[in-house]
């Protein structure tokens, strides 16, 4: 199961961008950003392979907009699976992420630029 945890990680983000309303592409991008104030990104070639495969998966739905002004995109909105997915995948990350900084802190945490634990 450990390896399934960092992969999982930007799905949970895109369905997750997706929860309140439909969005491009950039757009997610964008959301999770600024959500995490600089911190995260989700990189082109990341995230729109993931969204086709999301989409392959029947997790979300798709559709071309044109916008006055300016070129179409394609707008992704989660469908009732992707939903469910995403309440399971939360409910994943809320159990894990804890152990993760259990694991982290064990024995003494991080080491120090010198090597000792800190």
């Known amino acids: 199961m450990v390896d399934t945890i960092l992969p999982s990680i930007p799905r949970l983000?895109?369905?997750r961008s997706l929860a309140?309303?439909?969005r491009h592409g950039y757009a997610i991008a964008r959301w999770v950003e600024n959500a995490s104030n600089g911190v995260l990104t989700l990189k082109e070639g990341t995230l729109y392979p993931l969204l086709h495969l999301m989409e392959r998966e029947g997790l979300l739905e798709s559709a071309w907009v044109k916008t006055e002004g300016a070129r179409?995109?394609?707008w992704y909105r989660l469908t009732p699976k992707?939903?469910?997915r995403l309440r399971t995948d939360y409910q994943e990350w809320a159990e894990r992420a804890p152990k993760?900084?259990?694991i982290l802190a064990h024995r003494g945490g991080m080491p120090d630029a010198?090597?000792?634990l800190v």
Request: avoid cysteine.
């Open 13 to 15: 983000l895109v369905l």
């Open 20 to 22: 309140d309303q439909s």
């Open 72 to 74: 179409p995109a394609k």
């Open 82 to 84: 992707g939903l469910d």
């Open 100 to 102: 993760i900084d259990q």
């Open 114 to 116: 010198y090597g000792r």
